[in-house]
């Protein structure tokens, strides 16, 4: 069995390089092409491709937008086919997230307290600095629309469930999780849940859309993500939009490097968060939470 100190080094390593990535995704180029957005429930009933989508709320407790760039529609149709044809149903968790949706992420309770717990236990148990905290939510929750492809139109969170049963393929755990299993290359998940997240990033690839490192249920093309990943060495065509829900005309947002929530704000709410649990108290040293 492995123990905790091989698995915190790794989540360790992990988040840093993805944190690493997320800063270099500030200055990536993008040249937003325009395209418009589509509705994927819509798309996917006039062709008859069996895909599911999550019923579940966003963080905001609005409904999920389940939109992506037009240009992407014959890709994401064409993986639902031939997911249909190996027995898999494919089931879109998230896609095009607006401001607010993607603002609230690092506000909603269910992830800040999830994260809170990994970092204190990434610590031994001690209040982590609001410095490590704050690295470890921008490397799990994109900071600012300019790293965030979700608001981009161009990506996909997804889980994939067996057609007949509906039982979901094994990835080592469900959407959403958040710990040293997340990175799609964990060392720590079954060889049968490892084999299941290659096979379904081979079967993605085959169709256009790239794997983040960093989670294994995400998928984007297009986007600045993609590009790097792949080296294209070329600017994104997606950058993050502002969606009219009634024609999927987009428009970029401005400023779209402004962090989306100030990080002293964490402060106050972790604060409070671990007082109640009875780790620290308003004595707490400024360097630590």
């Known amino acids: 069995m492995i123990d ?3 698995r915190r080094a790794y989540w360790a390593e ?3 390089a993805a944190y ?17 957005l589509i509705y994927l429930p819509s798309a996917v009933a006039e062709v008859g491709v069996t895909v599911t989508f999550s019923t579940a709320a966003s963080s905001n407790g609005k409904p999920r937008l389940y939109f992506l760039r037009a240009g992407l529609l014959p890709s994401f149709l ?17 896609a095009f997230r607006t401001i607010e949706m993607q603002q609230y992420n690092a506000r909603w309770p269910m992830l800040y307290h999830t994260i809170l717990h990994k970092v204190m236990w990434e610590c031994g148990g001690e209040a982590p600095t609001l410095d490590l905290f704050t690295r470890r939510m921008a490397a799990l929750i994109a900071p600012s629309p300019k790293v965030g492809t979700h608001l981009s139109g161009s990506a996909m969170d997804i889980s994939v469930l067996d057609r007949d049963t509906g039982e979901e393929i094994d990835r080592g755990r469900p959407y959403l999780e958040m710990s040293e299993i997340t990175p799609m290359e964990s060392p720590f998940v079954s060889a049968a849940a490892r084999y299941h997240r290659r096979e379904i990033t081979e079967l993605f690839a085959r169709h256009g859309f790239v794997a983040y490192p960093w989670e294994f249920w995400h998928y984007s093309a297009g986007d600045a993500y993609a590009a790097d990943l792949c080296h ?7 950058g993050p ?16 490097g402004r962090l989306l929530n100030n990080p002293d704000d964490y402060t106050a ?6 007082t109640d649990c009875g780790l620290c108290g308003d004595t707490l040293p400024n360097k630590r939470l």
């Open 4 to 6: 905790d100190t091989a």
């Open 14 to 16: 992990q988040m840093d």
């Open 20 to 36: 690493a990535f997320m800063q270099r995704m500030r200055d990536y180029p993008v040249s937003e092409c325009g395209e418009p």
């Open 78 to 94: 064409a993986v639902a086919r031939e997911m249909n044809a190996r027995g898999w149903l494919l089931k879109v968790e998230d």
């Open 232 to 238: 294209t060495g070329q600017p994104a065509c997606y």
């Open 241 to 256: 939009v502002h969606l009219d829900m009634a024609d999927g005309s987009v428009t970029p947002i401005a400023d779209p």
């Open 269 to 274: 709410i972790v604060r409070g968060h671990l």
